[in-house]
């Protein structure tokens, strides 16, 4: 696997979507290829195709957009080697850098200064299977668990991960994220108040902003 370049989908400036940075501008850095096939997924068009790019270059225009945040994000970032030096030279570079990874892949390579933004996959995504749970170990108050739950099923699931793993007390922030158009938030909200659960709500705030097919976003 080539350290000095990547294949890239796109790269481009928004606002953070989907964590506790929400509605922060930042610049995404996608990237392509994806070893899951979640049932939800919103972002199939970057499993194929792409361009490969330099290191150097995608560093360029990582940073030419300004913004305090940037992401690398997928299909699955940490499939590609040259991501983990990438992650290095943005926070050399001054940046606030999060990586969103599916939670299947490795992630002790991380740059410590990096916030790894880590899903736990519940039943409803096919593929709970995969989740790497020695991940959690790795995790610190910098960082964030998801979970993307399509169902009250999803959600018992979640409740019952964190009471097994003791997540509450792990560090990293635990977001409960609503599968887009499957799971009604305000019905989240209430199961999360009745059961007194200490996770964050998370709304993926570019759907709302641009709609939920809207790419590039
Ligand atoms: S890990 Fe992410 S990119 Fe890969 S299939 Fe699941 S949601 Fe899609």
Not at 27 to 40: H, I, K, M, P, Y
Not at 91 to 111: F, K
Not at 166 to 173: D, E, F, M, N
Request: glycine share 8%; net charge negative; proline share 6%.
């Amino acid at each position: 696997m080539p350290t000095d370049s990547l294949v890239i989908h796109e790269i481009y400036a928004s606002i953070q979507g989907e964590s506790s940075f929400a509605g922060v501008p930042c610049t995404f850095v996608r990237t392509v290829g994806c070893d899951l096939r979640c049932s939800w997924c919103d972002t199939p068009q970057a499993f194929h195709g792409g361009t490969r790019h330099a290191r150097s270059e995608v560093l360029a225009l990582a940073l030419a957009f300004e913004t305090p945040l940037v992401e690398l994000t997928g299909g699955e970032p940490l499939l590609q080697a040259a991501v983990l030096p990438l992650l290095t030279e943005l926070c050399d570079a001054g940046r606030t850098v999060l990586i969103e990874t599916g939670g299947h892949r490795d992630v002790s390579g991380v740059d410590p200064r990096v916030h790894k933004i880590v899903d736990l996959k519940a039943p409803g995504s096919g593929e709970c299977g995969k989740n790497r749970l020695e991940n959690l170990a790795l995790l610190t108050a910098r960082d964030e668990l998801k979970f993307v739950l399509a169902d009250r099923a999803d959600y018992e699931w979640m409740r019952a991960t964190i009471d097994e793993h003791r997540l509450a007390t792990l560090g990293p922030t635990l977001l409960a994220s609503p599968a887009f158009g499957l799971l009604d938030p305000r019905e989240l909200v209430d199961w999360i108040l009745d059961d007194k659960l200490p996770v964050r709500v998370n709304l993926q705030l570019h759907k709302y902003v641009w709609g939920p097919d809207a790419t590039g976003v």
